[in-house]
Structures are given as structure tokens and as C-alpha cells.
């Protein structure tokens, strides 16, 4: 299983930055993803969440209505649109793989290494 | 949304040491609790799910108990390669899921 995470850099409060996730070795089609953060020297946060069938998606109530989470099943791809960026949306974005097929129990077996995001002027 | 609080926020051991943390729901979450580890610069890796079980590939001196609001992990001997930040993740009230603060495992 491999996660590679794209798209992060510096942008300015306001602007939008569309992050990727290319995942391989497994069946994509068949796991929930998600995206969860991490602020320079913080916690982990939780951002967003597309079932395997895409029939269900979730968001953080910090970035709902400006991030909008999608899937591309023909390019086992996993990707992040964030608009109206804030200084508060910095971080390291991690991609994460639900670990059991189909259903809704959302441990994450696997993860990429990050893309960071530096919102600021 | 449930909280997660985690005690100590800090602890310092050393190699061979009985190490435990705690991990607290503001509600009860049924068993629905994960310990993930993470070492600086890297991802996390998910060390022990559904409260108690472990995941392929972790060593069985990782252990989790614990159902309801209450769990705690253990690592019956420290190791080297144990020193890291450990956070537990709650998913019983999804969306969202929710990260405990950490617990920073440091060498004494």
C-alpha cells in the first residue's frame, strides 16, 4: 500500500489549493479516504472523510463549506479542494485509508507522508 | 462531537519500563477507540483498533483495554524505537472522528 500526498505550498489568505493523494496496493474502490491534519508542533485533526462509494461524505464543522472532498476511481486518486484559506488551515495534510472494505468503521491503517499547507501573506 | 482527553500529557521512562496511557470519552463510545503512535517527522501508525485488537505487524508488548469511556494502552517494556507521541482516536459518533491531545513517550 502506498499514499503520496501533492499539491501543498504557500498560498495566500483567501486564495484555494487543490491537494492529490495517489494511492496503490490495494483495490481503491473498495476503502473509505480521508484526510486528517496536523498543525506544526499539534495534535491530529480529523478534516474530512468520502466513503468507498462516495455516497457519503463528511467534513470537519472548521472546514465545512470550503473544503470539499472528491474521488477519481480510474486514477486511484483521492483529492482535496480547500477554498477561502485560512492562517488557522496550516498544517501537514495526511491522506488516510479506512482500514475494512465498505463498511463505516474509520481506523486508518495506512497513511502518506503529507503535503504541507502554509496559508499566510 | 465527543472529546477524548489523555493522561499523562507527558511522561518520561525508561528502556524495560511498564509504561500505561489513558485515554477518557466525554460519552461512551462502546469500544470504538484506536491508539495510533507517531515519531517525529513521520505519519502515524495504527498500533491497536477496536479498543483491544492488534493490528498486523505490531509487537505484543503494545496492549489496549478498555470499553465505554475509559481505555488505557500499555507497553509491558519499553523499547528504543517506543519513544514517540501516542494519540487515541475515537469513531463511535462519526462524523467526526475525534483525536485525543497525545501523550508524549520521552526517555528518562
Known amino acids: 500500500v502506498q499514499l503520496v500526498e501533492s499539491g501543498g505550498g504557500l498560498v495566500q489568505p483567501g486564495r484555494s489549493l487543490r491537494l492529490s493523494c495517489a494511492a496503490s496496493g490495494f483495490t481503491f474502490d473498495d476503502y473509505a479516504m480521508h484526510w486528517v491534519r496536523q498543525a506544526p508542533g499539534k495534535g491530529l485533526e480529523w478534516v474530512s472523510g468520502?466513503?468507498?462509494?462516495?455516497?457519503?461524505?463528511d467534513y470537519a464543522d472548521s472546514v465545512k463549506g470550503r473544503f470539499t472532498i472528491s474521488r477519481d476511481y480510474a486514477k486511484n486518486s483521492l483529492y482535496l479542494q480547500m477554498n477561502s484559506l485560512r492562517a488557522e488551515d496550516t498544517a501537514l495534510y495526511y491522506c488516510?485509508?479506512?482500514?475494512?472494505?465498505?463498511?463505516?468503521?474509520?481506523?486508518?491503517?495506512?497513511w502518506g507522508r503529507g503535503t504541507l499547507v502554509t496559508v499566510s501573506s | 462531537d465527543i472529546q477524548l482527553t489523555q493522561s499523562p500529557s507527558f511522561l518520561s521512562a525508561s528502556v524495560g519500563d511498564r509504561v500505561t496511557i489513558t485515554c477518557r470519552a466525554s460519552?461512551?463510545?462502546?469500544?470504538?477507540l484506536a491508539w495510533y503512535q507517531q515519531k517525529p517527522g513521520k505519519a502515524p501508525k495504527l498500533l491497536i483498533y477496536a479498543a483491544s485488537t492488534l493490528q498486523s505487524g505490531v509487537p505484543s508488548r503494545f496492549s489496549g483495554s478498555g470499553s465505554g469511556t475509559d481505555f488505557t494502552l500499555t507497553i509491558s517494556s519499553l523499547q528504543p524505537e517506543d519513544f514517540a507521541t501516542y494519540y487515541c482516536?475515537?469513531?463511535?459518533?462519526?462524523?467526526?472522528?475525534?483525536f485525543g491531545p497525545g501523550t508524549k513517550v520521552d526517555i528518562k
Open positions: 488516510a485509508k479506512a482500514k475494512f472494505p465498505i463498511g463505516t468503521q474509520y481506523y486508518f491503517d495506512y
Open positions: 468520502i466513503s468507498w462509494n462516495s455516497g457519503k461524505i
Open positions: 482516536q475515537q469513531l463511535n459518533s462519526y462524523p467526526p472522528v475525534t
Open positions: 460519552q461512551g463510545i462502546r469500544s470504538y
